[in-house]
């Protein structure tokens, strides 16, 4: 149990365009979601704390209409990159939390060109 | 910034030999964890230590916490070629309400078993 999927799993988008990411909990519901973003050879970042029903907390330094943070349900997540640059390039994962534990999608896998 | 550090950045091995990663972190906690990460996927929890815990074993895994020196290690024993991966230590970003459940990740120790 504590399936969390990511879709899609890779995208490549043009320079200036947005890009949605879902983060989806298969198996239980989940009220708290997080965002993370991992450059190559380098850790997880937390960008932002995705609440249900209510406005995603970002972390410092994390531009907030830039990333564009929904959580419209208690299994959805969505996560839209907007205005996309080369610099946003970048892994983002995301996970769910059930019963004080997170657990991860697969991540996805962005490339701006 | 970042609440976990580990040493060693990269480490490889020769299959059946043991690895040991160590994880520094600076503030108080009440629980650490470590994960693993295959190249370009998603994490895997692997064991959970609470602070009032000193030792944990979870099949060929063992875990250690050192609250006096702020400090952990993860110790994979036997090693196979399929533990290669990427590991990571995590502590909640506080110890109360909603910053428990905020994760802040060390940089991570990349492992390389050699068949």
């Known amino acids: 149990g504590a399936v969390v999927s990511q879709h899609p799993s890779r995208v490549i988008c043009k320079s200036g365009t947005s890009v949605k990411i879902e983060c989806r909990s298969l198996d239980f519901q989940a009220t708290t979601m997080f965002w993370y973003r991992q450059f190559p050879k380098q850790s997880l970042m937390l960008m932002a704390t995705?609440?249900?029903?209510?406005?995603?907390?970002?972390e410092q330094g994390v531009e907030k209409d830039k990333f564009l943070i929904n959580h419209a349900s208690l299994t959805l997540s969505t996560l839209t990159v907007t205005s996309a640059h080369p610099e946003d390039s970048s892994f983002y994962i995301c996970?769910?939390?059930?019963?004080?534990?997170?657990?991860f999608g697969p991540g996805t896998r962005l490339t701006v060109t | 910034s970042q609440q976990g550090e580990e040493d060693p950045q990269a480490l490889s091995i020769q299959e059946g030999e043991n690895a040991t990663m160590n994880c520094s972190y600076k503030?108080?906690?009440?629980?650490l964890q470590w994960y693993r990460q295959n190249s370009g996927r998603g994490l895997v929890h692997l064991i959970l230590i609470r602070s009032n815990e000193r030792e944990k074993h979870s099949g060929r895994l063992r875990v250690t916490l050192d609250t006096s020196k702020k400090s952990s290690s993860l110790l994979i024993t036997a090693s196979r070629a399929a533990d290669t991966a990427s590991y990571f230590c995590a502590t909640p970003a506080g110890v109360s309400g909603g910053s428990n459940y905020k994760l802040t990740f060390g940089k991570g120790t990349l492992l390389t078993v050699n068949p």
């Open positions: 996970s769910a939390l059930r019963s004080y534990e997170q657990y």
């Open positions: 503030t108080s906690i009440n629980n």
């Open positions: 995705s609440n249900e029903g209510s406005k995603a907390t970002y």
